[in-house]
């Protein structure tokens, strides 16, 4: 690999004497260490320390300049998860004029970006905490294009993902170990360190028990964009015609298994008059589980990581996710939460085994796959006994790796039924048009009038023209909502409207100032912000 850094010709000495007089200059966004991004210019790395090293001269700049508090409890996070202690990232100080006593430094000319995978064998978290972060990182910074250069730092040797990994860029990415083979003091000539979080949706479970994130701020929009792209890499077309409908059953072959699988598939190809298929990861190769789904009607699987290949369903496709007994699908919700992000227009659609004599249990297994012969024969027998795992910290509670690592006989009828409720006809009826959500703009030239009759009656006429962006779209119901306030009442009159003007004369009192405010509502839910408050005096 060493000679690939090798490729773009640098100037060995101007580097070197760059790095002595200017040192290394980092600015980085974000005010907290969960939300920083770093851009460095000359980050070194020492192989041998294991330690990021900033060098200071007269001409570095460090942004934000946080003391000791770069330590409380670090820069920031170098994955995607929140605030993960075994995450972090720092770099130690030195003066330039130490470079004197250091090994010579191999300058990387790649723009790098560095950061850590969270948990690389599990595709889950594959997708989540490095795919969509790292391309939309790269997105954010146009210098991270697709000849920069990844670098993962969490000290894991590739994975059985990798080559996922690789379609983010032309470069191959290097991983920690790689490293000491390029030198023993590397300098990134340009880098940027962290990953963005804006798109993950999902919160593990390390402080509080796991669920959707509190502050959800990606849509289906930007999970298309990303699985355009990558199914562009995979060399995949996006079949618009294909003409047969289907429902692929993702099972997995190791644990957690369906044990009347071939029933199952029987019953769904009865049920939904469809072709139904059966992929795993064991058996099928990547891309063939790609094509397979971004053509599918319905998608049902057993609970576990292979499921966040919703991602690359059609709209208008169904997630039907199976639950073992005794695990309540309301507190494991990863590929609920995606299913039903805005704009994903996905059906999802959760059973379980509500039935003891359907499951197989492991209590003899190791640990870490759901056994429980190692804890005290009273736990073991509450376990056994109990019939639904309580809410639990991330990530080796034992109660809930005996019933996640369980093998169920799916109760089909009952299954069916589930379906039936929110399926009625055929799964996956493509209503593919875009029903865009478009917020309506301001409304504008708002006026009122005021007229008295006697000394308690009054009428406020208040007109207003439609939203600038109105003219140009086509909205099945445009509404206004007004609100009628007092000047120094904390409560006010609301009402909905059709028209653009109203006279209000009920509650409205002579010599009296009114504070009125509109705005637009397209088809009932989409609410535009409020224009500038109108002040009216009767
Ligand atoms: N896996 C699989 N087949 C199996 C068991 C696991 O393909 O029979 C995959 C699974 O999709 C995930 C990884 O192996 O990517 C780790 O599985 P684990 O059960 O640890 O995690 P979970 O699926 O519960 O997140």
Redesign the pocket.
């Known amino acids: 690999q060493s000679q690939e850094l090798s490729e773009a010709q640098i100037d060995y000495h101007a580097a070197l004497q760059a790095l002595v007089e200017n040192g290394t200059r980092m600015v980085c966004t974000g005010r907290m260490h969960t939300d920083r991004i770093c851009r460095f210019e000359s980050l070194c790395y020492s192989t041998e320390a294991e330690e990021f090293i900033y060098f200071h001269s007269n001409s570095s700049v460090m942004l934000p300049n946080l003391g000791s508090r770069r330590f409380q409890p670090a820069l920031l996070d170098l994955s995607s998860v929140e605030d993960h202690n075994t995450q972090y990232f720092n770099f130690v100080e030195l003066p330039a004029a130490a470079l004197k006593f250091m090994p010579k430094p191999v300058f990387v000319p790649d723009v790098a970006l560095i950061a850590n995978r969270f948990n690389p ?6 997708f989540h905490d490095d795919l969509l972060p790292i391309y939309y990182t790269m997105q954010q910074f146009s210098d991270l294009d697709l000849e920069a250069r990844l670098f993962f730092m969490e000290g894991w040797s590739e994975g059985v993902h990798f080559d996922l990994y690789k379609l983010l860029s032309n470069k191959q990415p290097l991983l920690r170990e790689e490293l000491k083979t390029l030198g023993r003091l590397l300098c990134f000539t340009k880098s940027y360190v962290g990953l963005s979080k804006i798109t993950t949706w999902y919160q593990y479970g390390f402080v509080q028990p796991q669920g959707p994130k509190a502050n959800i701020l990606v849509s289906g929009n930007e999970i298309r964009q990303f699985t355009k792209f990558m199914m562009q890499k995979l060399n995949i077309s996006l079949e618009e015609s294909s003409s047969e409908e289907y429902i692929v059953v993702f099972s ?6 369906i044990l009347n699988e071939a029933e199952l598939i029987l019953a769904l190809a009865q049920e939904f008059q469809m072709k139904t298929i059966s992929v ?3 058996e099928h190769s990547f891309s063939d589980i790609v094509r397979l789904i971004s053509n599918a009607s319905m998608l049902v699987s057993m ?4 499921l966040v290949m919703s991602l690359f369903l059609p709209r208008g496709a169904t997630v039907v996710e199976l639950f073992p007994y005794a695990i309540n699908p309301e507190h494991y919700t990863p590929y609920k939460t995606l299913a039903t992000l805005p704009g994903m227009d996905l059906q999802y659609i959760a059973w379980q085994n509500t039935d003891r004599e359907d499951t197989v249990t492991y209590p003899d297994r190791p640990w870490d796959q759901g056994g429980i012969a190692h804890l005290d024969k009273a736990e073991q027998e509450r376990i056994i006994k109990s019939t639904e795992v309580p809410r639990h910290l991330c990530c080796r509670n034992p109660e809930w790796l005996f019933r ?2 369980q093998d169920t006989k799916v109760n089909i009828p009952s299954l069916i039924h589930v379906i039936r409720q929110t399926v009625k006809s055929k799964p996956g009826l493509k209503k593919q048009k875009w029903s865009g959500s478009l917020y309506p703009g301001k409304v504008r030239d708002a006026k009122c009038q005021a007229s008295v009759q006697g000394t308690s009656e009054a009428k406020l006429a208040v007109s207003w023209q439609i939203p600038w962006n109105l003219r140009y779209l086509k909205v099945r119901e445009v509404k206004y909502e007004v609100w009628i306030q007092e000047q120094g009442e904390n409560t006010y009159m609301p009402y909905i409207l059709s028209h653009q003007n109203h006279t209000f004369s009920e509650n409205i009192k002579p010599f009296t100032i009114y504070l009125v405010w509109i705005r637009c509502i397209f088809n009932k839910n989409l609410l535009g912000p409020f224009a500038d408050v109108l002040l009216c005096s009767t």
Do not use: F, K
């Open positions: 064998d599990n595709l889950m978290h594959v997995r072959t190791i644990n957690r298994l795993s990861l064991e609970h576990g990581a292979q996640a690592y």
